[in-house]
């Protein structure tokens, strides 16, 4: 049996975010330039789609370009740019024909015009679309989200429209760029960096968190089917004993 049929249908995460690391060690491996490295990473993009329509996924969250990316050398930083216009450009037929919406979580009005103008048709023309929706962390950072939820409901607290004492997670929850999607039930990160990088810090209270030596341009669907499968081995206690589960 191959990992698609050993897994349980009956037990498919609603929610994958995946980390996409590694790159520009992927690159430097093939004595290339780090810019390579994320235009065949797009490939794998594509292999983690297809994985997710297979296996019935309905959120896939990519971590595309943190606030902390901005620091990267400006020649590498454009070039990321470029190739985000030029694939969401050139994916859109195919995302639509798999009838895939798009998100995008993050600031973008400090994206540069050419890449907001584009994310902004692309959702406009996937919009119809619920079998899948694809979201992009771009110019995302968990604690930037995290300020403004805080700032927006410190204002609705000076306003009178709120009470302090009223705060719920669910309140917290609906001020996040990921108000209206299901917490991820899994995270993956690819190149065997052990760690979050300002990723969804709320949300992930009670992720599952997968963690592959596999750097992202050489990442398969069978890839993903293999982090499906080890979180489907998993008991997923939420603070309860095992026995209390079964
Ligand atoms: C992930 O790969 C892509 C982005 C962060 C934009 P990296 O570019 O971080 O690759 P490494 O970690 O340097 O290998
Ligand atoms: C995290 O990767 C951000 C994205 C994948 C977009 P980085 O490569 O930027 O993370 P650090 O700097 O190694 O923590
Ligand atoms: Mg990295």
């Known amino acids: ?127 119809k679309n619920n079998k899948l929706y694809l979201v992009l962390a771009l110019n995302y950072s968990s604690r930037w989200e995290i300020k403004n939820a805080i700032k927006n409901i410190s204002n609705k607290v000076k306003t009178g429209e709120l009470k302090t004492e009223d705060i719920t997670d669910e309140i917290i929850s609906n001020q996040l760029c990921t108000a209206l999607i299901p917490d991820p039930e899994l995270i993956i ?6 760690r979050i990088s300002n990723f969804l810090l709320w949300q992930l209270a009670y992720s599952e968190l997968y963690f592959t030596e596999v750097l992202w341009p050489d990442f398969k669907e069978e890839d993903l089917y293999l982090a499906v499968k080890n979180y489907q081995s998993r008991e997923r206690r939420f603070g309860q004993t095992s026995e209390q589960i079964i």
């Open 189 to 194: 990160r690819t190149s065997g960096e052990h």
């Open 1 to 127: 049996m191959n990992t698609l049929e050993k897994i349980d249908k009956n037990n498919i995460p609603e929610h994958v975010a995946i980390i996409m690391d590694g790159n520009g060690r992927w690159a430097k491996k093939q004595g290339q330039e780090r810019l390579y490295g994320h235009s065949i990473g797009v490939e794998a993009v594509r292999e983690s789609i297809n994985a997710c329509l297979t296996l019935g996924i309905k959120y896939l969250t990519l971590y595309t370009f943190s606030t902390e990316n901005w620091n990267r050398p400006k020649e590498e930083v454009d070039g990321i740019m470029n190739l985000l216009v030029q694939t969401i450009s050139n994916e859109l037929e195919l995302l639509n024909n798999h009838q895939t919406g798009l998100i995008v979580i993050g600031d973008e009005d400090g994206l540069p015009d050419s890449c907001r103008d584009e994310l902004r048709d692309a959702k406009e023309f996937l919009a």
